[in-house]
Every structure is written in structure tokens, then in C-alpha cells.
């Protein structure tokens, strides 16, 4: 039984060695990265492709849940291919009331009920929100019958949300924990118009990685809002709500996040649309990232593939873990 368990233990520790030998060759290794949960592309895999987007974010320590995608079964499905567990996160980050952002959070709250999840403050939003009662106007000379609360309202009202969980409500740009803010815009743009939206800004060494949902309020007010933190963007991920948006723009809004923002890398998924895929890949040549579906992607992503390659996915934490735990215990037969 002993050399069973030794020669098992000789083939993973071969496997581990020859995986990390290739992927620090390629990749590089750091703890700090996002894993993209949902989105509606990416190279073949166990996880099934859908209209939506949801993103682990791995900090110092911190596990952020970066929306749910767009169907509670595709994320629970996604969620166990990838091995996440999300009874372990710090907290959640809901982007917007989109229900492609947030149709996993009934699995979600199913696995974790207890989990903080922060979300942007709307009046009479789908997570609730307080209004103070003299919002409304009042005529003094109704019977008490026809008033509300009899003519005595409350101060405060406050006002239920879909999932009946207490959301902590987001309105400004706020820093939720050490190095971690979260930017709060209000679109202006038709057929979004005053839809409030949530960004999140990391403050790394190598300077702001910022994630974004939609950037239903614009891509450039998100990063006119970062730069009060950090003028200096060094990573931005997810959608860019492009997918609609004509070509000339496209390039403009390209253009303008590699010369006029000065942003080191860029890794569009979810609604950034293809032929914003394929002008951003031009525009940033090999600081573009592909970040599709499944994707690992470092902090550091100079060591990513060139030009939109999906590149190799590196070693996460839990996998260098296993190897330094068997290197550690080279009890062989």
C-alpha cells in the first residue's frame, strides 16, 4: 500500500512539476488574478457559454464575487466546473439591476445566505433602498382614510428587495477595504438612462485594475472616476457595453483609452462587443488580453499571450498549494 501511495504521490508531484516548470515559462505565476465565471465566449471547455458576465477577483487574501451572470443554473454549473467555493468569499459586488448580471445570486444566496454583497443604491431599486417621506406631496385637507399612513408617515421609509437580503447600498465612490474601491456613476446614455452602476477599482503596485460590468455610464467617465484614486490604469476587465456601437466610435473610444488614458493593458469580455474585440486587439496589439470564458488573468499580464491569443492558464493558488504540500512531504518508495 505504501509504495501505491508513493508512486501516486511520484505521478502528481511529476505533473505538478512539469505544469508549473511550463507555466511559469509562459505565464509567470501570481496569487493576485480574476478567473472569468460567465460570459457568452471563450475557448471549449466543462463550462457552458452564456449571454452575461460574472468574475472571481483574488486579492491579498480577499475572494470578491464580481456579479452572477445571467442564469442561476449556468453559474451554479460554472461555479462547481471551476471549483469555487463560494461559501468563501469576502463579499459580492453586484454591477447593476441587469438580469444578466444577476441571475445566479438565488444559487448564490442558497450556498452563502450570509454573504455581504454590495450593490448600487437606486430609489424603489430591485435591492432596496430608504427615501425619506416627504418625497411625496401631501394635502392636509383629506379625510384620514384618504392619507397615507393616516397622516403620520415615518421619517425613513424603507422599501423591500427581490431577494429579501439585506444589500449594503452603494451611491459614491466608497473604499470597502484596504486598496479595494468601489465607483458608483450614474448613466446618462438612452436606453440606460439614470441607471446606477458599480465599478471596481483595485490599487496595485503596477497601478489601478478595474472591473466593469456593462460601463453603462461610459467607459471614460469609469476611468475619469478612477483616476481620482490612481491616474495610472493598469488593467481594465469585462464589458464595455460597445456591442452596439458603430464603427467610428469604436475606434475613437480605442483610441482614446491608449493615448488619452494611458491604459497598460485592456481585456474585454460580456458586452464589448466583437468588432470592439477586434479594434481594441489592433489598437493595443500585444497588451490586449483575451479574457474568455474560464480565463485565469494575472495582475501582472506582460507575461500574457500576444495579440488576443487565449493564453495558458497559469498556476492558480490552490494548485501551487498542492505542489509545495507534496514537495514538502517527498516520502517516495
Wanted: with cysteine.
Amino acid at each position: 500500500m505504501q509504495k501505491i501511495r508513493g508512486l501516486h504521490a511520484r505521478i502528481v508531484l511529476t505533473f505538478l512539476t512539469l505544469l508549473l516548470q511550463t507555466q511559469l515559462i509562459t505565464s509567470g505565476y501570481a496569487a493576485d488574478g480574476i478567473t472569468i465565471l460567465y460570459d457568452a465566449f471563450g475557448s471549449k471547455s466543462e463550462m457552458q457559454k452564456d449571454w452575461g458576465f460574472s468574475a472571481l477577483i483574488e486579492y491579498q487574501g480577499k475572494r470578491i464575487l464580481f456579479d452572477t451572470g445571467d442564469n442561476a443554473d449556468i453559474f451554479a454549473h460554472n461555479i462547481k466546473a471551476q471549483g469555487v467555493d463560494l461559501t468563501k468569499l469576502d463579499f459580492v459586488v453586484i454591477s447593476h439591476r441587469h438580469g444578466d448580471h444577476i441571475g445566479g445570486i438565488p444559487y448564490l444566496l442558497h450556498v452563502n445566505p450570509s454573504v455581504k454583497i454590495f450593490a448600487p443604491k437606486e430609489n424603489f431599486g430591485i435591492f432596496g433602498s430608504t427615501l425619506p417621506s416627504n418625497f411625496y406631496r401631501r394635502d392636509e385637507t383629506l379625510p384620514l382614510d384618504r392619507r397615507y399612513f393616516d397622516g403620520k408617515p415615518p421619517d425613513m421609509m424603507t422599501f423591500g428587495n427581490a431577494w429579501n437580503k439585506n444589500f449594503e447600498l452603494v451611491e459614491k465612490t466608497t473604499e470597502i477595504a484596504p486598496g479595494l474601491y468601489l465607483i458608483s456613476l450614474v448613466s446618462s446614455n438612452p436606453g440606460t438612462l439614470e441607471l446606477h452602476e458599480l465599478s471596481l477599482a483595485i490599487k496595485t503596485p503596477h497601478g489601478l485594475v478595474i472591473v466593469v460590468g456593462c460601463s453603462h455610464p461610459g467607459i471614460e467617465k469609469i476611468l475619469e472616476a478612477a483616476s481620482t484614486i490612481d491616474p495610472h490604469i493598469h488593467l481594465i476587465v469585462g464589458g464595455m457595453h460597445l456591442v452596439v456601437t458603430p464603427d467610428d466610435e469604436i475606434q475613437r473610444i480605442s483610441m482614446a483609452l491608449r493615448n488619452t488614458w494611458k491604459v497598460d493593458y485592456i481585456a474585454p469580455g460580456h458586452c464589448t462587443g466583437e468588432p470592439a474585440f477586434e479594434a481594441l486587439a489592433k489598437v493595443f496589439g500585444d497588451r490586449y488580453i483575451y479574457a474568455g470564458l474560464g480565463q485565469y488573468l494575472t495582475f501582472e499580464p506582460e507575461n500574457s499571450a500576444k495579440k488576443g491569443e487565449p493564453r495558458l492558464a497559469i498556476l492558480r493558488p490552490q494548485e501551487k498549494q498542492a505542489y509545495k504540500y507534496f514537495v514538502a512531504n517527498e516520502r517516495f518508495e
